[in-house]
């Protein structure tokens, strides 16, 4: 018989003596953004740049309950907009998500538009992480229209997750140059660097060491398939990763459910790294739980 692929996680979160995993990279969009999404991965198209067969593709309620069967006790909806007056709209449907779904975080974006810094003011209140994705969205995190924004979300210390890295497809705007100038304007910015911010792993992990709030997510990093899109995590930077996992800047990220393979393959990826148990303890639930809020009740969604 075949092995149960929730039982599994489980199993794997269990051995380390964790109630569960925290997971800082996940997406729910609106129906009508994921189809567009999907079809993206189908047809391996530019932003995508190879064949990225996706191995979840349901509902958002099957989706919901794949996530806690794996026993992820937190977990993400991270839209991101790639045009104007879209963000907001966003920002409306993953309120109500999180309303339904007592694991998921509240999470907001924002897009350089004259009104960001509005409605980016009006949610400070409520939204417990942000999502960026600037080569998705083709816009400079430097742009002046987010200037404000910036000043906004830092002084909040709302965590910000940043596709910023040049991987899987480099673009305009990619690349660590223009998150270092940000935190240069912005130092306390409290930044997650989406995708170990591959493949300028280098660059983004001394950003990471020399800037007290900003972290790395582990989104698809270490798996075989991302060795391949985004390149090999280069060994000699494993101690660095591993103390900066120990102090609180690594986070656990899947990409869920638009990744390639089972959401097992991302913990025996960390696991073959051989960083120690006391580093997958921290990396899969105790820097997630010191960055952001305990959940609440129960779910509504249905």
Same mark, same amino acid.
């Given at each position: 018989?075949?092995?149960?692929?929730?039982? $599994?996680?489980?199993?794997?979160w269990?051995?380390?003596?964790?109630?569960?995993?925290?997971d800082?990279?996940?997406?729910?969009l609106?129906?009508s953004?994921?189809?567009?999404?999907?079809?993206?991965?189908?047809? /391996?198209?530019?932003?995508?740049?190879?064949?990225?067969?996706?191995?979840?593709?349901?509902?958002?309620?099957?989706?919901?309950?794949?996530?806690?069967?794996?026993?992820? @006790?937190?977990?993400?909806?991270?839209?991101?907009?790639?045009?104007?007056?879209? @963000?907001d709209?966003?920002n409306?449907?993953?309120a109500?998500?999180?309303?339904?779904?007592?694991?998921?975080?509240?999470?907001?974006? %924002?897009?350089?538009?004259?009104?960001?810094?509005t409605y &980016?003011? +009006?949610?400070?209140?409520e &939204?417990e992480? %942000?999502?960026?994705?600037? $080569?998705?969205?083709?816009?400079?995190p430097?742009?002046?229209?987010?200037?404000?924004?910036w000043? !906004?979300v830092?002084? +909040?210390?709302?965590?910000?997750v940043?596709? /910023?890295?040049?991987?899987?497809?480099?673009?305009?705007?990619?690349g660590?140059?223009?998150?270092?100038?940000?935190?240069a304007?912005?130092?306390?910015?409290? *930044?997650?660097?989406?995708?170990?911010?591959?493949?300028?792993?280098?660059d983004?992990?001394?950003?990471?060491?020399?800037?007290?709030?900003?972290?790395?997510?582990?989104?698809? /990093?270490?798996?075989?398939?991302?060795?391949?899109?985004?390149?090999?995590?280069?060994?000699? *930077?494993?101690?660095? !990763?591993?103390d !900066?996992?120990?102090?609180?800047r690594?986070?656990?990220g899947s990409?869920?459910?638009n990744?390639?393979?089972?959401?097992?393959h991302?913990?025996e990826? !960390?696991?073959?790294?051989?960083?120690?148990?006391?580093?997958?303890?921290? &990396?899969?639930?105790?820097?997630?739980?010191?960055?952001?809020?305990?959940?609440?009740?129960?779910?509504t969604l249905?």
């Amino acid at each position: 018989m075949a092995a149960d692929p929730a039982a $599994q996680v489980r199993d794997w979160w269990s051995a380390l003596g964790l109630p569960g995993l925290i997971d800082i990279h996940t997406h729910f969009l609106p129906p009508s953004v994921m189809a567009k999404v999907r079809a993206q991965f189908d047809s /391996a198209g530019p932003l995508i740049g190879r064949a990225w067969p996706l191995h979840y593709r349901d509902t958002d309620e099957v989706l919901v309950e794949t996530l806690r069967s794996f026993g992820i @006790a937190r977990f993400t909806a991270l839209a991101y907009a790639h045009k104007p007056d879209m @963000a907001d709209w966003l920002n409306d449907w993953s309120a109500q998500f999180a309303a339904a779904v007592p694991e998921a975080l509240v999470c907001g974006t %924002f897009f350089p538009e004259e009104s960001a810094s509005t409605y &980016v003011a +009006a949610r400070l209140d409520e &939204v417990e992480v %942000f999502k960026i994705h600037v $080569q998705v969205g083709d816009f400079s995190p430097l742009d002046p229209l987010l200037d404000d924004v910036w000043g !906004l979300v830092a002084e +909040a210390g709302t965590p910000v997750v940043l596709h /910023a890295g040049s991987g899987p497809v480099p673009a305009q705007h990619t690349g660590p140059g223009p998150v270092a100038e940000l935190l240069a304007r912005h130092p306390r910015l409290q *930044l997650v660097i989406a995708h170990m911010g591959a493949p300028e792993y280098a660059d983004f992990l001394e950003l990471a060491e020399t800037h007290e709030r900003v972290h790395l997510d582990t989104t698809m /990093a270490f798996t075989d398939f991302f060795s391949e899109t985004g390149g090999v995590f280069p060994a000699d *930077l494993l101690p660095r !990763l591993r103390d !900066l996992g120990l102090s609180g800047r690594v986070l656990l990220g899947s990409d869920f459910p638009n990744i390639p393979y089972p959401y097992l393959h991302q913990l025996e990826s !960390l696991e073959r790294l051989d960083l120690g148990e006391a580093w997958l303890r921290a &990396v899969c639930w105790e820097n997630g739980a010191a960055l952001l809020a305990p959940a609440p009740g129960p779910s509504t969604l249905s």
